[in-house]
């Protein structure tokens, strides 16, 4: 990632502002002219630099009315939790920060006073089951409220027109790894099941936080040349038990890290972990765990589910993005070509996470 130069910034700001924004339940989004909300007290208005794309945000469009209105969400709503860019302007009260200030969001709401936030759970929090870009006006805008500090993540030296990624992609990659870093060793095996944008960043993170050998597994041969140029020591084309006993021997998997989450996947990813090893499923494509009963799950394993992000692993990828330890590759698109990119990642065909730039500076 290229240093960005935090220089003067010499734009006002305007009463109206693009936002790309969710109308209805079952229909896809669209282009709309909103007003720029003022900043409230402990609020700040930031002017988006880039807005990484989610699959998740296909996932909402795509929700059958029925179950979409059980949310309880107010529409329309802005899409994208993946923003980062510069405060544009601080409510009454809010201190550490100054206009101009490179800024990430963070991806996941949180309350930061409820049981769980106070034991560092905050991916647990209630209150993260509408967060910004889902369910409140997100960042595919070229201006985003935030609702306290909490939400704001000082990005330093880092491009905030590509950050935005790092909080979502990122951190929900690197809590899955941070999660089973104390079973997997030296001398062991992590294996990465689907090398897309989050799996391409547990690649990094395990050859950052482990010294294990580390398999990237992806039927597309693009996916895994990227995969071995990010660190991955061995790449399989085939996520069958055949395929990853392969390389993982008799010992078996210390992890298997599985990003697309089909039944074959499942079936493949936990026959391979060793005992007392770990398997994480975070890939959302609906598989079952078949027979979840003696013999077909690891001894004295860990089994564990998608589980989101907390404000404290975004900070530390936005760290190890700052120190030049991960690679962040992004592809821009400008806001016009929003549909375009939602149906690029919709077709499996983007280079890197989809980023739509709304400012340069
Ligand atoms: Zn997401
Ligand atoms: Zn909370």
Known sequence: MTPYENVFHSWRVTDSMRAYRMAQWATPPRTEEVAVPPPGPGQALVR???CG?????????????????RLGWAMPFTLGHEAAGWIAALGAGLTGFAEGDAVALAASASCGTCWQCVRGQDNCCPRGLAGRGYGRDGGLADYVLVEDRRGLLKLGTLDPRHAGPLT???ATAYHAV?????????GGTAVVIGAGGLG?????????????KVVAVDTNPERLD???????????????VEHLRAVVGARGADAVFDFVGTDATIAAGVASVRAGGAFALIGSAGGRLDRAWFGSLPRDGEVYTFQGSTVADAQEVIALAGAGLIRNDVEEFPFSQTDDAYARLAAGTLNGRAVIVLSDS
Not at 178 to 186: E, K, L, M, Q, S
């Open 48 to 50: 988006v630099a880039g």
């Open 53 to 69: 794309l989610c699959r998740s945000d296909l996932g909402m469009w795509r929700l059958p009315r029925s179950a979409g209105e």
């Open 168 to 170: 979502d992609a990122g």
């Open 178 to 186: 941070r999660r089973a870093t104390g079973r997997v060793h030296p």
């Open 200 to 212: 391409a960043f547990a690649v990094q993170f395990l050859r950052v936080l482990t010294g294990a």
């Open 226 to 240: 990227y995969a071995r140029s990010v660190g991955a020591h061995e790449c399989v084309a085939e996520p069958t």
